[in-house]
């Protein structure tokens, strides 16, 4: 569950820098990418048609748009603790691999120039995650500690995100920084297998990948709030990276002057 963070963390740094380059100036994104205009009537067909031209050079990333290869995608490391409701627990993965985000289809993606509103859908049919992890705590008053090798296996994860960017000036030009982000996903099911649970105890081990298993859909109700808050914190953290990286007619320019 947790590793869903750096899906839309890829999903948006597609997005919003896949877009255009401004009329009559040199510009730093590539020449592969299809122009789009924001005063355009236009403009929806024209980011999805641009989002898709890109999917075929996913596989080994397009560096020039912030993108690393993605099949697969390797995460050095990522950390995840709470400490509120049935789940208390401080865990660490690393040197984290997904496998399948390429495989994605597009459901919608809308642009509202108006108001700055970026809005991206998406299905991720089979999704494979592998890392090393270090965990300890307590899921429903049972204890939960364990550090080894980790595999998650997800089908069918659906997710909407929705941006919301505000104006400023610098150096001379515009550019878009976040007002707000809102996430919603879901998906049909999770597998997850922990080696090594409780210093090596086979039947221990055993009883708790059963459990966690059988239970998924409430524990990951449980984690939901968190999740949500953490694929908000990153994807500000990124897309702020890439709003500063290219002025608002980099990104979306205007097709009248």
Same mark, same amino acid.
């Given at each position: 569950?947790?590793?869903? #963070?750096?899906?839309?963390?890829?999903?948006?740094?597609?997005?919003?820098?896949?877009?255009? !380059?401004?009329?009559?100036?040199? @510009?730093?994104?590539?020449?592969?990418?299809?122009?789009?205009?924001?005063?355009?009537?236009?403009?929806?067909?024209?980011?999805? *048609?641009?989002?898709?031209?890109?999917?075929?050079?996913?596989?080994?990333? %397009?560096?020039?748009?912030?993108?690393?290869?993605? *099949?697969?995608?390797?995460?050095?490391?990522?950390?995840?603790?709470?400490?509120?409701?049935?789940?208390?627990?401080?865990?660490?993965?690393?040197?984290?691999? %997904?496998?399948?985000?390429?495989?994605?289809?597009?459901?919608?993606?809308? =642009?509202?120039? +108006?108001?700055?509103?970026?809005?991206? +859908?998406?299905?991720?049919?089979?999704?494979?995650?592998?890392?090393?992890?270090?965990?300890?705590?307590?899921?429903?008053?049972?204890?939960?500690?364990?550090?080894?090798?980790?595999?998650? /296996? %997800? @089908?069918?994860? +659906?997710?909407?995100?929705?941006?919301?960017?505000?104006?400023?000036?610098?150096?001379?030009?515009?550019?878009?920084?976040?007002?707000?982000?809102?996430? !919603?996903?879901?998906?049909?099911?999770?597998?997850?297998?922990? /080696?090594?649970?409780?210093?090596? /105890?086979?039947?221990?081990?055993?009883?708790?990948?059963?459990?966690?298993?059988?239970?998924?859909? +409430?524990?990951?109700?449980?984690?939901?709030?968190?999740?949500?808050?953490?694929? =908000?914190?990153?994807?500000?953290?990124?897309?702020?990276?890439?709003?500063?990286?290219?002025?608002?007619?980099?990104?979306?320019?205007? #097709? !009248?002057?």
């Amino acid at each position: 569950m947790k590793q869903q #963070l750096f899906i839309t963390l890829v999903v948006f740094a597609l997005v919003l820098n896949a877009q255009a !380059k401004p009329n009559g100036k040199t @510009s730093r994104i590539p020449d592969f990418v299809k122009i789009c205009y924001r005063d355009s009537p236009d403009i929806n067909t024209c980011a999805r *048609e641009s989002f898709n031209t890109l999917k075929p050079r996913l596989m080994k990333g %397009i560096p020039e748009l912030f993108i690393p290869p993605m *099949e697969p995608l390797v995460v050095p490391e990522i950390k995840m603790d709470q400490d509120s409701g049935a789940i208390y627990l401080h865990s660490i993965y690393k040197n984290m691999k %997904i496998t399948g985000m390429s495989k994605h289809t597009l459901n919608d993606l809308t =642009i509202t120039p +108006s108001n700055l509103k970026f809005m991206v +859908s998406m299905t991720f049919p089979k999704l494979h995650l592998e890392s090393q992890y270090s965990i300890k705590g307590k899921i429903m008053m049972m204890p939960l500690m364990g550090d080894g090798h980790c595999t998650i /296996d %997800i @089908s069918n994860l +659906s997710m909407k995100t929705e941006l919301f960017g505000q104006e400023y000036q610098k150096n001379g030009a515009t550019y878009l920084k976040i007002k707000d982000i809102k996430v !919603k996903y879901e998906l049909s099911t999770v597998h997850m297998h922990l /080696d090594n649970l409780f210093n090596g /105890d086979k039947a221990l081990g055993d009883r708790m990948n059963t459990f966690l298993n059988e239970n998924w859909k +409430s524990l990951a109700e449980e984690v939901r709030p968190l999740m949500t808050k953490a694929l =908000i914190d990153i994807l500000r953290a990124s897309i702020d990276k890439l709003f500063d990286s290219f002025s608002y007619d980099e990104l979306l320019p205007k #097709l !009248k002057k």
